[in-house]
Nanobody, 123 residues
Framework: QVQLVESGGGLVQAGGSLRLSCAAS????????MGWYRQAPGKQRELVAA???????NYADSVKGRFTIDRDNAKNTVYLQMNSLKPEDTAVYYC?????????????????WGQGTQVTVSS
């Protein structure tokens, strides 16, 4: 079993910054892609940013130039640095990871979600 634990959310004024962290733990053989999604009230969950285990990144157009995703493979941790925050960035942010999980017979692939962390940007 694998757990993703997020931290770093909170309340910030428009123009401010926050840094989210997501640490994976458990029976991990390797982690492939990791990413951050967000869901605002009444809206669908959307991809914010993703990063492969090789470091290639992908961003939603709405956050390009403001957010930066990176990861520490040794710590099984992914980060999201959010700068120049806007009220429309307010949402619950979820960590996601594609994990190769260790089992008694070998490994299998599974996609995991964190519990979510609230980010609120006031105007």
């Amino acid at each position: 079993q694998v757990q993703l634990v997020e931290s770093g959310g909170g309340l910030v004024q428009a123009g401010g910054s926050l840094r989210l962290s997501c640490a994976a733990s458990g029976s991990i053989f390797s982690i492939n892609a990791m990413g951050w999604y967000r869901q605002a009230p009444g809206k669908q969950r959307e991809l914010v940013a993703a990063i492969t285990n090789g470091g290639s990144t992908n961003y939603a157009d709405s956050v390009k130039g403001r957010f930066t995703i990176d990861r520490d493979n040794a710590k099984n941790t992914v980060y999201l640095q959010m700068n120049s925050l806007k009220p429309e960035d307010t949402a619950v942010y979820y960590c996601n990871a594609d994990v190769s999980v260790v089992a008694a017979w070998g490994t299998y692939e599974y996609n995991y979600w964190g519990q979510g962390t609230q980010v609120t940007v006031s105007s």
